[in-house]
């Protein structure tokens, strides 16, 4: 055995010396990795602005898909579908986020709506597929900012984006 010192009044080998080392950074990276695990938890959040001049945040938490949810999902893009409007669609806190799969609508919000496709079409069938499939759908412009265009909830309207003319 081949001493090297006197570490706390003991006589310390090589390998001791080196098992103190390791455990010292091991008990200063747990912490770390204890730390790394609990924030890799399989949630994302989501956040949302409103359209409006004073932007308040919102925090959603997005889950796995339930059976049910997946039905009815498929229950809103056959119903937008009936209307000639091809969306994607995902699970959004309490109801579906939904979006035209092929157009942003961030130009006709950018005009204010002027050949009124916002007011004549998206807004209505959102209504009408919220009261068919009993669910909340958020419907936004697939841009950038995700502007919402309209909530509908059971059929009936929390939210419409004031286009101003």
């Given at each position: 055995m081949i001493i090297l010192g006197v570490y706390n009044n003991y006589k310390v080998c090589k390998h001791a010396r080196l098992g103190v080392i390791f455990l010292k950074k091991f008990f200063i990276c747990l912490p770390l990795i204890i730390l790394l695990t609990a924030c890799s938890q399989n949630k994302q959040v989501v956040t949302h602005r409103h359209s409006t001049s004073s932007s308040v945040e919102h925090r959603f938490t997005i889950k796995q898909d339930s059976p049910q949810q997946k039905m009815t999902m498929n229950?809103?893009?056959?119903?937008?579908?009936?209307?000639?409007?091809?969306?994607?669609?995902?699970?959004?806190?309490d109801g579906?986020?939904?979006h035209l799969k092929n157009q942003s609508l961030l130009q006709d919000i950018r005009d204010n709506d002027k050949n009124g496709f916002l007011k004549s079409v998206i807004i209505p069938v959102t209504?009408?597929?919220s009261m068919q499939t009993h669910s909340k759908i958020y419907f936004n412009a697939d841009d950038p900012n995700m502007e919402l265009i309209v909530t509908a909830n059971n059929g009936k309207l929390e939210y419409t984006i004031n286009l101003s003319n």
């Open positions: 229950e809103i893009v056959n119903d937008y579908q009936n209307h000639n409007l091809s969306i994607d669609i995902h699970s959004f806190n579906y986020s939904v209504q009408e597929v």
